[in-house]
């Protein structure tokens, strides 16, 4: 079965960092890029950033490009999400989310979701 | 403004139908590219209901079916239950774009 267990969220002031955790079980992690995708209070799905599967290759969205950074540790089985410099705009939960083939949409499997706040 | 537009809300009774419409152009549906459905129930993870335009993953009913034309797509569920009661979400590459595709904004779905 897979699963996909966030960690890491809570609440942090503006400027400051959270690290977000993932930690892949059920398929070979090593075989499908993974993402982050978000959902802020009262607005839709927002991707965030997407890791290839040797981790040689991220994205970002604009919204948090030099802010943000995309990890794995494919030893581990677990990516992360560094987020430096919050906002309060990027209060949400955040999702960690598979690949349905590789680098190829759809997203088939979501965690739940850990939730972050940026407030002062 | 999300670049897939879907209506804010729909409600049904129990064992209606209804449908929830993704409205998107000719750098995204329009252009042929696949549109996928999520479900997200308040504290589950999201899941995957339809792939590929009309395509249903393991495990999730037929109840629930898709359908894409031109620059749009649908969603529809029939026999409504009161556990359809979720936000719903269209999905697509987009050709203007980076990234791993658009959302489209979410339809909230109201078992009456």
């Known amino acids: 079965e897979v699963q996909l267990l966030e960690s890491g969220g809570g609440s942090v002031q503006p400027g400051g960092s959270l690290r977000l955790s993932c930690a892949a079980s059920?398929?070979?992690?090593?075989?499908?890029?993974m993402s982050w995708v978000r959902r802020a209070p009262g607005k839709g799905l927002e991707w965030v950033s997407v890791?290839?599967?040797?981790?040689?290759?991220?994205y970002y969205a604009d919204s948090v490009k030099g802010r943000f950074t995309i990890s794995r540790d494919n030893s581990m089985n677990t990516v992360y999400l560094q987020m430096n410099s919050l906002r309060v705009e990027d209060t949400a939960v955040y999702f960690c989310?598979?690949?349905?083939?590789?680098?190829?949409?759809?997203?088939?499997?979501w965690g739940q979701g850990t939730l972050v706040t940026v407030s002062s | 403004q999300s670049v897939l537009t879907q209506p804010p809300s729909v409600s049904g009774a129990p064992g209606q139908r209804v449908t929830i419409s993704c409205t998107g152009s000719s750098s995204n549906i329009g252009a042929g590219y696949n549109v996928y459905w999520y479900q997200l129930l308040p504290g589950t993870a999201p899941r995957l209901l339809i792939h590929d335009n009309n395509n249903r993953p393991s495990g999730v009913p037929d109840r629930f079916s898709g359908s894409r034309s031109g620059t749009s797509a649908s969603l529809a569920i029939t026999g409504l239950q009161a556990e359809d009661e979720a936000d719903y979400y269209c999905h697509s590459y987009d050709s203007s774009l980076s990234g791993p595709g658009v959302f489209g904004g979410g339809t909230k779905l109201t078992v009456l």
């Open positions: 989310v598979k690949f349905a083939e590789g680098y190829l949409l759809p997203f088939d499997y």
């Open positions: 059920g398929f070979t992690f090593t075989n499908y890029a």
């Open positions: 890791i290839s599967v040797s981790g040689t290759n991220t």
